[in-house]
């Protein structure tokens, strides 16, 4: 006698299945079968009819299914400043009109209601989780749960007093608060969160160091950003940022090393060897004219390489699937090789490669049995997007954010053909439009 169909969540069938591992595979007549927030099997479709009865069939006829994109490296709260100071270089951008603006808006509000915005476009984009740099970590780890959307809060540390914090003790013993109030929550993790090398003395990282081995938490550290950063290292520590953060012991396989456009082979080595992950932040190093990481140099070497658009006040959007076209091409320009960060490679550095970089890889970044069902649709059926050859490739190079029509972050459908099921778009909007107003006055 043939046994019942099992019972499940959720059974999707799109047109493409792109899982990410195996790296550079793209399944046809493809199902994923979801139940309890997990990725139970991939199969063919007609096994999967026989194998399960879903309480919730989708089918995407003219879409891919790919692992949520993993925006490693945001400051999500920045989308209120989104166009506030453009065209202008790192330092004066960050002195004369980033921090002033922060001082006069930045709280617990200026922080929800800035992620909620985030949220809104990250879901629209196909974004399922973020590695979060800001202040009120508290905040922002309670606006993500609420949300039900994924993120890597990270503690803050710099050497001045900001609204979140007036002493680097104080930095310390609020960040570890926050980190114990949300440890063990399924989609909340947290970081250390040091902000670069020129605001962060040795003695902070010196703890930092200690915490993140003792906790086991990744560091997300602003690392080489620009030559000038390079250059005052040199000056004032007698040493280049990456040698002084060596010396610290920090070049380990916590360290998430964002932006990284100032390298030499020798520290693309040892980045390796260490197990570094790099959050490459192609469009925003483009626009405030910091450099180019050497992201072909740094894949080859076998350094885990992650996307992030940085914040959207120096980007100008959180849009993952644009950073990926990005990242790819100025990859080819930079190594001279058109072969260079190919699309499979890409989509990985987007998924899997962020997922690492958090220490989330068993837990998400493909569509593999065990894993948390976050996944994105994109749908691939419309005019521009003819004729598909590679399905991947269509993604990497030809798509929009707006064709990501439905997201799922543990099994949850967070967008339903366009629709976002969790937020008031035009509540979303009017907080955008009074930040407008005040910070601009």
Not at 6 to 34: F, T
Not at 41 to 69: K, N
Not at 78 to 92: K, Q
Not at 396 to 408: E, K, M, P, T
Request: with cysteine; charged share 25%; glycine share 8%.
């Amino acid at each position: 006698m043939a046994e019942s169909p099992q019972s499940i969540d959720l059974l999707i069938q799109p047109r493409w299945l792109i899982p990410v591992e195996p790296h550079g595979v793209v399944l046809e007549d493809h199902a994923v079968a979801v139940d309890g927030g997990r990725i139970l099997a991939v199969l063919p479709v007609a096994d999967a009819q026989a194998r399960y009865a879903p309480r919730e069939r989708v089918e995407l006829r003219e879409h891919a299914l790919i692992p949520g994109l993993v925006n490693a490296h945001t400051h999500n709260p920045m989308t209120l400043m989104r166009g506030l100071a453009d065209d202008l270089p790192l330092m004066t951008w960050l002195q004369q009109h980033i921090w002033p603006a922060e001082a006069k808006a930045i709280g617990p509000e200026f922080v929800r209601d800035g992620i909620e915005l985030a949220v809104a476009e990250m879901l629209r984009g196909g974004t399922t989780c973020c590695n979060e740099n800001y202040f009120f970590p508290d905040v922002q780890a309670a606006t993500y749960r609420r949300l039900g959307f994924r993120a890597m809060v990270g503690l803050p540390f710099i050497e001045f007093p900001t609204a979140w914090a007036a002493s680097r003790d104080e930095y310390f013993d609020k960040g570890l608060a926050v980190h114990d109030e949300f440890r063990g929550e399924t989609l909340i993790g947290t970081s250390l969160a040091p902000h670069a090398p020129y605001t962060v003395a040795n003695e902070t990282f010196e703890r930092i160091r200690v915490l993140s081995d003792q906790l086991d938490l990744p560091v997300h550290l602003h690392l080489h950003e620009t030559a000038h950063e390079v250059e005052e290292s040199k000056r004032e520590h007698g040493a280049r940022p990456f040698a002084r953060m060596q010396s610290l012991g920090l070049v380990n396989d916590h360290l998430i090393a964002v932006h990284m456009t100032q390298l030499t082979d020798a520290e693309i080595t040892a980045c390796a060897e260490a197990g570094v992950s790099v959050a490459h932040c192609v469009e925003s190093n483009l626009k405030l004219a910091s450099g180019f990481c050497p992201a072909e140099k740094l894949r080859r070497a076998g350094v885990n390489l992650a996307i992030g658009t940085d914040g959207a006040a120096s980007n100008n959007d959180l849009d993952m699937i644009g950073e990926m076209r990005s990242a790819a091409l100025v990859a080819k320009a930079v190594a001279n090789d058109a072969s260079a960060m190919d699309a499979a490679s890409t989509l990985r550095a987007a998924t899997l490669g962020g997922a690492k970089a958090l220490g989330w890889e068993a837990r998400i970044g493909s569509i593999e049995p065990g894993k948390q069902a976050d996944f994105a649709a994109i749908r691939l059926g419309d005019l521009e997007a003819q004729p598909l050859y590679d399905a991947t490739s269509q993604i990497v190079y030809a798509a929009g954010r707006h064709q990501v029509s439905d997201v799922w972050i543990a099994g949850v459908r967070k967008l339903r053909d366009r629709v976002l099921s969790d937020l008031d778009v035009a509540e979303v909007l009017e907080k955008a439009r009074r930040w407008r107003e005040r910070i601009g006055s």
